[in-house]
């Protein structure tokens, strides 16, 4: 089972802004000093955050890598909420942010060797996790995916634990010239890996899932959704299961490929 946060306490904290750059076409990168979430956020968890005062709700964000106190966050510039974040500069205090949110990437078995699947932003929570199972001498292979080159998002993060980390893109200039699905199913004929993580565009991660299916291979996803509360009260993020409607927010973004009714989500659009 996926490690949940549904029953753990929910802290709030203001943050301070230490650097905001864009790190790909309208992709940013903000690293936000943040002692209390950076000590209690693992790999796979996300924060609220209060972006503006003037903004009715806060927006999710994945964690994908933490140093020391501070927490960094990796988003697309893609609605109100995410243009105002890229205008906070280097010392702005005006946020805040709860959490930690969500359940988190179980580990896989001490001995056993996992494959990580990244497509785009993908490659946060999914990067985070890459280094847990790097510090606890865990092997894993790391394939990661975009539309281009440029699209390959934070490689430079996760080529500093020096694992094999390959790379697909849908225009070949960079890697396997092709879908993420192909080497995917290289990977797995090998009878290597004993589990999957897999966090992206949910078409891909469809695509992936089909693909583990058929080498029956445990397989974990992370799901992006609209939500209004973050703390499980409103259900704005429900999701359909094989155990019923469950809520991202609290018992994801993390779930077991297998006891996901995956014709009945949809994607999150707007942030």
């Excluded at 501070?70 to 205090?93: N, P």
């Excluded at 292979?141 to 539309?147: L, S």
């Excluded at 993060?157 to 396997?176: P, V």
Aim: charged share 20%; glycine share 8%.
């Amino acid at each position: 089972m996926c490690q949940t946060s549904q029953h753990e306490h929910k802290h709030v904290e203001n943050v301070e802004v230490v650097s905001n750059v864009e790190i790909a076409p309208r992709v940013w990168m903000v690293v936000l000093r943040a002692p209390k979430m950076a000590h209690l956020l693992r790999a796979g968890q996300f924060v609220h955050l209060l972006i503006d005062e003037y903004l009715t709700l806060r927006r999710p964000f994945s964690v994908c890598q933490i140093r020391q106190d501070e927490i960094c966050i990796m988003y697309a510039v893609v609605g109100k909420g995410t243009e105002l974040l890229t205008q906070k500069k280097t010392h702005d205090e005006s946020m805040s942010v709860i959490g930690p949110c969500g359940n988190s990437w179980p580990h896989p078995a001490v001995g056993s060797k996992a494959l990580l699947v990244g497509g785009g932003l993908g490659a946060a929570p999914l990067g985070m996790l890459a280094h847990e199972l790097f510090e606890a001498g865990t092997d894993f292979h790391f394939i990661q995916a975009g539309r281009t080159d440029s699209l390959v998002i934070g490689r430079g993060f996760h080529e500093s634990i020096r694992r094999d980390i390959e790379f697909a893109t849908d225009d070949g200039s960079l890697g396997f010239h092709g879908l993420i699905t192909e080497p995917v199913k290289n990977s797995l004929q090998s009878g290597e890996y004993s589990v999957v993580y897999v966090c992206g565009p949910e078409i891909m991660q469809r695509a992936v899932v089909a693909v583990c299916a058929n080498f029956q291979v445990a397989t974990y996803v992370s799901l992006e959704r609209l939500m209004a509360c973050g703390i499980g009260a409103c259900l704005s993020c429900n999701v359909a299961t094989k155990q019923g409607p469950q809520k991202v927010c609290v018992d994801g973004p993390i779930f077991l490929s297998e006891d996901l009714e995956f014709d009945d989500v949809a994607r999150s659009s707007i942030h």
